[in-house]
């Protein structure tokens, strides 16, 4: 299959698809998790509890990774292997842009404004390396 162009991939990561977002465990076992995401400016957001296993890895080893799938004909995906930092500047506005992608604006407010609670971070990713499919 073909690499996407870059307006076919600035308009797959628009759209409100569930991630696996990957870290590596102490032990050195793989650890896999769902996510929602938000991709702006060349970087990937994520937004977590501040007591999570994913939180925890990435601050023990800031290398990560993210999948991100169709799961429909024409099967298309992007995979990120890349370098998380932890944010909480600017937390609560990451984390109502990220629940609006997925629940539209009102509800998505709601939803994010629960990261004002202080146990929240955002997780910016910055890719090392991206990979992309495209259905011919």
């Known amino acids: ?3 996407m162009t870059p307006a076919e991939l600035e ?3 628009a759209r409100p698809l569930v991630a ?3 870290t590596t465990s102490a032990d050195g076992a793989p650890h896999a998790t ?3 995401f938000q991709y702006t400016d060349g970087r990937f957001y994520v937004w977590t ?3 999570t296993v ?4 990435a601050q023990r080893d800031p290398r990560v990774t993210l ?3 169709t799961h429909d004909e024409p099967y ?3 995979v990120v292997q890349g370098t998380a930092v932890v944010q909480r500047a600017g937390m609560v506005d990451r984390a109502v842009a990220i629940a609006q992608r997925y629940y539209g604006a009102e509800r998505g407010r709601e939803y994010g404004n629960l990261a004002s609670d202080g146990k929240s971070v955002i997780l910016a990713i910055t890719p090392d390396r991206l990979q992309t499919e495209a259905a011919a």
Do not use: T
């Not at 994913?54 to 890895?57: G, Y």
């Open 1 to 3: 299959m073909p690499a």
């Open 11 to 13: 308009a797959f990561l």
């Open 20 to 22: 696996s977002f990957g």
């Open 34 to 36: 769902p996510v929602w």
């Open 49 to 51: 509890d501040d007591n």
């Open 54 to 57: 994913k939180l925890r890895n």
């Open 67 to 69: 999948c991100i799938a």
């Open 76 to 78: 298309r995906y992007v």
